[in-house]
């Protein structure tokens, strides 16, 4: 008993539990009426290029929606659309999964995977017995539209690189800083450099840039930072950047459907069209309360340059959400018939429009008016997913109009799930965990690193030794 099991005893147990785990998800998958494919690409620490492919599925065993890792596929150094398709055919004909219900592919916005999206988009649709939802990860989406509203911020957004800087390449200044905010017992003992991989990094260095004491930046920088129009714009994106923020971490929920992240990205850009409305007619700044009481003891030529400046930020940031979420249209007029199947509204009128299409329209009538299934849906406790998944289990009548449902609530709004994978796949094979490297003649399966679960498979844990 205190022998201590072999390195091939470990790493075939491993493997089998890997094995067990994965045919699990393979065989609820191919009993799923719908499932949605979720890809992303990165580098491991032996720099080879790998996609880690995720999938949701309707599970008709325990009523519900569940996502995980289904596998993880080793690519050539630059993959073209085609290639990885075919990375991900043979991963997925390995798991005997067919590609007939399957109903979406998400992928997000780097470099490789954007240049291969059309490719693997057409290669997919040519197997696909059914039209195939293809989405750009709607967080990236959200960081881009961001991103371009920030041109307007160039200069502020140098001054605040600058004095991030000045205290971050000087040790004299640095262990100044340290010292001065452990004696004034700051939460913050440094200053995070800008980077612009992280979504959330410049929203912190603003956040930040509000601890510094001037005698830590030049002469020059401190005098640009006390002209009024530059501190008003700061002040702007100091109660404006966590709101951004929240609303990228919204979109990062478990298990979020695809109306629950259009609902978010279009209450958020209804708000902002709100503000754009509020100060082009009144100059009414009192929706962010530093600001407005910073203006208020300001001049009216301050006032007119720094409401020009936050209302072209915000103008060019709700075009752009509005260019990179145009779907979203298209779901929206499906959502409350998803979400409030008995609400006689308007936008329940126009999905009866679109399900005419479908011959269904009569169905969802018919179904309106079934006392039985109303009495149910409006049950305590009963959400969403479980009354059409109920639906589509028991009620054969309704079965054509419950499987559309089904179809919509399968697909993948963003790559998060594949994000946190490659996360805990670089938090286990690094550089300092030698033995962990690839196996020429096994697949290294991603479910060796993460068991699935219903939600999600990603949790954040600290290193033990």
């Known amino acids: 008993r205190d022998i201590p099991l072999s390195n091939n005893t470990l790493q075939r147990r491993t493997q089998e539990l890997a094995n067990f785990m994965q045919n699990e998800i393979a065989e609820k998958v191919t009993t799923s009426p719908f499932y949605s494919l979720c890809l992303d690409e990165s580098l491991d620490i032996t720099r080879n290029s790998k996609v880690i492919i995720c999938v949701r599925y309707f599970d008709c065993d325990r009523h519900c929606f569940c996502e995980g890792v289904l596998c993880l596929a ?17 991963r997925l004909d390995e798991c005997r999964i067919s590609f007939d219900n399957l109903c979406g592919l998400t992928a997000d916005g780097a470099a490789a995977m954007q240049s291969a999206r059309a490719g693997v ?15 750009h990860c709607f967080a990236h989406q959200e960081v881009l539209a961001s991103k ?13 690189k600058k004095s991030i800087n000045a205290v971050n390449t000087s040790s004299i200044n640095k262990g100044r800083f340290a010292a001065l905010y452990k004696m004034d017992s700051e939460r913050h003992k440094v200053l995070l450099n800008y980077n612009p991989v ?25 005098q640009k930072l006390k002209d009024p129009a530059v501190h008003g714009c700061l002040l702007f994106l100091k109660e404006f950047l966590p709101r951004l923020a929240s609303v990228n971490l919204e979109l990062q929920k478990r298990q979020p459907t695809i109306f629950d992240s259009i609902e978010v ?17 009144e100059r009414d700044f009192t929706v962010f309360n530093e600001l407005s009481q910073f203006l208020s003891c300001q001049d009216e030529s301050v006032q007119y340059k720094v409401c020009l400046v936050v209302t072209e930020y915000l103008n060019i940031l709700s075009e752009d959400l509005e260019n990179h979420f145009s779907e979203g249209n298209f779901f929206r007029q499906y959502a409350t018939f998803m979400t ?53 289990q028991f009620e054969d009548t309704y079965k054509p109009l419950a499987k559309v449902a089904l179809l919509l609530l399968s697909l993948f709004p963003t790559t998060v799930l594949c994000e946190r994978a490659f996360s805990a796949l670089h938090f286990l094979k690094n550089k300092y965990r030698s033995r962990l490297t690839d196996r020429p ?12 679960q219903q939600e999600s498979i990603h949790r954040k844990t600290n290193p033990t030794h």
């Open 441 to 452: 003649k096994s697949k290294v399966m991603i479910s060796e690193l993460y068991p699935p």
């Open 340 to 392: 409030d199947p008995f609400n006689n509204t308007g936008s329940t009128s126009l999905a009866a429009n679109i399900l005419t299409i479908f011959n269904l329209k009569y169905l969802m009538v018919h179904m309106r008016n079934d006392a039985r299934l109303k009495t149910y849906f409006t049950q305590p406790g009963v959400t969403v997913q479980e009354f059409w998944s109920n639906v589509f």
């Open 148 to 160: 371009a509203s920030m041109k307007t911020m160039d200069e502020v957004e140098s001054i605040v």
């Open 265 to 281: 990205i279009h209450t958020f850009r209804m708000t902002v069209t709100d503000i754009v409305q509020h100060l082009q007619e």
């Open 198 to 222: 992280r979504w959330l990094s410049f929203n912190d260095n603003v956040q930040r840039l509000f601890e510094l004491r001037e005698e830590f930046i030049s002469p020059e920088l401190a």
């Open 121 to 135: 988009l057409n290669c997919f649709q040519e197997i696909c017995t059914q039209k195939l939802f293809m989405f």
């Open 74 to 90: 080793t690519l050539c150094d630059r993959p073209t659309g085609k290639h990885i398709f075919e990375s991900v055919k043979t």
